[in-house]
């Protein structure tokens, strides 16, 4: 396994002279091009309480929210819908983890022999294997054994999540088909349709809205937890920037690399065949040896 430096000094630079940014190429922990701040920062700057627990929806930013932590803390800070696990030297999805916990009514970051609980932000984890282990059904045990942890909620307008959703694969499908737990089920509106074609933007944006109240419900209801929401709009690096720590320059770099802009830029044809020969395919397992205390 590769030390954290070693993927350090294999980077590439690429400055940002506006505000003195420094941005590196990388590669993340499932092999996909990143870039991050050529010095991450300590996680001491983070402004509220760490673990943080991303409760976004797939398609209302997750992504980008996952790469503004890797990018301004470091890879392997940040866990988004699979992580590296060390028994197997594969990935595996954080949501099943998360859900064997809950079922053995163990700490939701609990691993055996592995290190889940090595991360700082957990995002995306949604499971649909089996059934439907939606990110809401964690927080009951997040309010029990993590009292003090950071509850992250960035809210995309319910019509724009509606339509990115609708244009992702089946991932309205697997939501409302899927077998889940009744608290999923109870964000549905007692005349949304159980066949998934039949459900419109009124039915989906309904969900959104439910779903959105009930994360504020638990925030509210527990003062011990940190409960920050953040609109997806023009202003949220800025928002970002002032409530968590992390410049806003890291905000918006998911699936951003300069490798990308020189091979489709290039004209030399061994420059592109060689870069097409060393294309990674699907996601890798690449684990980090990335602590809270790496950059501190």
Known sequence: MPSYRWWYDASKSNSNNDNNVVL????????????????????????????????????????????????????????????????????????????????????????????????????????????????????DNISKFYPNSTILYVRRDPSDWFRSASNFGSLLRRFRSSEKSPLVESLFSPDSPTRPAAMNETHWTTFYENYSDYVRKIGSEHPSLTYLEVPLDSNTDTVMQERIGITKQCWGRANVSSKKNETKNSNDTATKNENDSTKRRGPIALPRNWTADTFS
């Not at 980008?64 to 819908?81: K, W």
């Open 24 to 139: 590196v190429d990388d590669i993340d922990e499932t092999g996909h091009d990143v870039q991050r701040l050529e010095r991450p920062m300590p996680l001491s700057i983070v402004k509220v309480p760490t673990p943080i627990f991303v409760l976004t929806l797939p398609k209302g930013g997750s992504t980008t929210i996952h790469q503004y932590f890797q990018c301004g803390l470091g890879i392997g800070a940040s866990a988004h819908n699979r992580y590296p696990y060390a028994q197997s030297n594969k990935l595996k999805h954080v949501g099943i983890t998360m859900r064997d916990n809950i079922k053995q009514n163990k700490p939701l970051l609990t691993v055996d022999n592995d290190s889940l609980d090595k991360y700082q932000i957990f995002s995306d984890y949604d499971s649909f294997k089996g059934s439907l282990f939606s990110m809401i059904d964690s927080l």
